[in-house]
């Protein structure tokens, strides 16, 4: 009996520590207590590979009240608008000015205490340099038609000489 009422005693004090807990935390300033500044935890941009003046998504862990977004190869500052519980997505739109590089991106959220810079986070590849071509019209040009026009024609008179030759060699 006196053992009964030892271990109670102690699981009453054990429950009572485990329920005081999180309570001596949230007032502490811990994620989740009232009026608790939160700081960003992960910076993910996708695509992580993008060409000048494409737009890409930043996704922030433990940024539960939105915030921005910066980066020296943005076109200017992203808001970041929260989507679950405890994270924030913005679009970012890359400068098409931006040298081909690697880039970091930096979050402050709102409510929060440390910004996160997270460093390499995409990279800006060089664009295409276009000569002449492209086209300028919609459909086959009239000189499309003459090349295409002349390897049918080609083609009709290698098969026929292809044809005379095995004929011939049939009757030999």
């Known amino acids: 009996m006196r053992t009964t009422r030892a271990l109670a005693a102690t ?22 207590g009232p009026g608790s500044a939160v700081s960003p935890s992960n910076i993910v941009a996708l695509p992580s590979v993008i060409a000048r003046g494409g737009q890409l998504t930043i996704t922030v862990d433990n940024c539960p009240q939105g915030g921005t977004a910066t980066s020296p190869a943005f076109t200017g500052s992203v808001t970041l608008t929260p989507f679950s519980s405890s994270q924030s ?3 970012a739109t890359v400068s098409s000015t931006a040298s081909p590089g690697m880039y970091s991106i930096t979050v402050n959220c709102t409510g929060g205490r440390n910004p996160l810079t997270r460093s390499d986070a ?5 664009g295409v340099r276009g000569g002449l071509g492209g086209g300028s019209s919609t459909g ?4 499309d038609m003459a090349i295409g026009g002349g390897l049918v024609a080609a083609a009709a008179v290698g098969g026929g000489v292809f044809w005379m030759r095995r004929r011939s060699e049939k009757r030999i």
């Open 11 to 32: 699981v009453a004090a054990v429950a009572a520590l485990g329920l005081a807990a999180p309570a001596a935390a949230a007032r502490d300033g811990m994620p989740g």
């Open 89 to 91: 997505r913005g679009t």
């Open 122 to 126: 995409f990279t800006v590849i060089g």
């Open 140 to 143: 086959a040009t009239p000189t």
